[in-house]
C-alpha cells in the first residue's frame, strides 16, 4: 500500500523471482511533484509532523470514517504525528525521488491494484491508469473509501485478496463468472435473477454466467471501467432498452463515471446514428434522475 506499493512495483520490475502475484493498493509509480514534495518536507522539518496531521487524515480517510468513527481516527493521527520525524522526512524524499512509469510495463506477473473514491492521496484515476500499464494487472475501485481501504473496508479487500490469491486459480467458470457479475450488477440485482430463476431458464442463466460473467466479463485484458463503457455502447447501439438501463445502474459498481457514460452516447452518435445516441440519453437521465 502506498510507498510499500512503491517498493512492490520495484520488486516486480527488478525482481520478479522472488514475487508470484502483486497487489498493489493506493499507490502509483509516480506519486505527487517535486515541488509538493519539497514544500511538504520544508514545513514539516520546520514545524514538525503535527503541522500536516490533519490534512493528511482528511486523504487517508474518507468523511463517513471522520464522522462516524472518530476514536480510529484520532488513532490514526497520532501514529503519524508520533513518527520519527527523520524517517518521515526520508520516506518523503524517496516518493518524492521514485519514478517507475517506463518500468512497469515489464512486470509480468499477475496484479491486483485496488483504488478508492474518496482517495486524496493516490486517486483512482492515477492507480488505474498503473493498472492499464501492467500486462496482467486487474483494477478494483473500493467505493467510499480513502488511502487505506485495508481499514475502511476490510473484508471486501480480504474477499478481493483471498479470490486473487487463493481461490482465482481453482474456482470453475461459474464461480468466477458469478464473483464478476455479483461485483458489477450487485447483490441485490443477482440475488433477484437467482430468486426468480426457474427450471425453465436455469441453462440460460447458467449459459450467461459462464460465458458473459466468467469468461469475458472475468478477463483481465480491459478493465471493469471499460468493458462496462463498451457494454452500454453495443445495447444503446441495438436498442435494449432494459438491458442499457440495467448496465448503466451497475456504472456505480464498476467506477465507470457519468463523464464516461456521456462520452461513449456521444460517440455512438457519430458511428450508431443520433436517433440511437438520442433514446440513449433519455434512458441514461431516466436512470440517474435521482443523481
Not at 204 to 233: C, D, H, V
Request: net charge negative.
Amino acid at each position: 500500500m502506498s510507498i510499500g506499493g512503491i517498493i512492490g512495483q520495484y520488486l516486480g520490475v527488478y525482481h520478479p523471482e522472488r514475487v508470484e502475484k502483486l497487489i498493489l493498493s493506493n499507490t502509483a509509480p509516480k506519486i505527487g511533484s517535486t515541488e509538493t514534495w519539497n514544500t511538504r518536507i520544508e514545513k514539516v522539518r520546520n514545524e514538525g509532523i503535527e503541522s500536516i496531521a490533519d490534512m493528511v487524515m482528511k486523504v487517508w480517510f474518507s468523511e463517513q470514517f471522520h464522522r462516524e468513527r472518530s476514536a480510529e481516527l484520532l488513532g490514526y493521527r497520532n501514529m503519524l504525528a508520533n513518527s520519527p520525524l527523520e524517517g518521515y522526512l526520508m520516506a518523503c524524499a524517496a516518493i518524492r525521488d521514485n519514478d517507475l512509469s517506463a518500468e512497469i510495463t515489464q512486470i509480468q506477473l499477475p496484479c491486483l491494484c485496488f483504488g478508492g473514491t474518496a482517495d486524496g492521496s493516490t486517486p483512482p484515476v492515477l492507480v488505474e491508469s498503473m493498472a492499464n500499464a501492467i500486462p496482467d494487472a486487474q483494477f478494483v475501485l473500493i467505493s467510499d473509501v480513502g488511502h487505506i481501504p485495508c481499514v475502511e473496508a476490510p473484508h471486501q479487500i480480504v474477499h478481493e485478496i483471498l479470490d486473487f490469491v487463493v481461490y482465482s486459480d481453482t474456482k470453475s467458470l461459474y464461480q468466477k463468472g458469478m464473483i464478476t457479475r455479483r461485483s458489477v450488477l450487485g447483490d441485490a440485482h443477482v440475488d433477484r435473477a437467482e430468486a426468480n430463476k426457474t427450471e425453465f431458464d436455469r441453462t440460460f442463466q447458467e449459459y450467461i454466467t459462464n460465458n458473459a460473467w466468467g469468461a469475458i466479463w472475468s478477463r483481465p485484458g480491459l478493465t471493469k471501467r471499460e468493458r462496462s463503457m463498451l457494454t452500454i455502447a453495443v445495447l444503446a447501439t441495438l436498442g435494449q432498452e432494459e438491458e442499457l438501463a440495467m448496465h448503466l445502474r451497475a456504472t456505480a459498481n464498476t467506477g465507470t463515471s457519468l463523464e464516461d457514460i456521456k462520452e461513449t452516447l456521444l460517440h455512438i452518435a457519430i458511428y450508431a446514428g443520433v436517433p440511437v445516441s438520442n433514446t440513449a440519453f433519455r434512458v441514461a437521465k431516466k436512470v440517474f434522475k435521482k443523481e
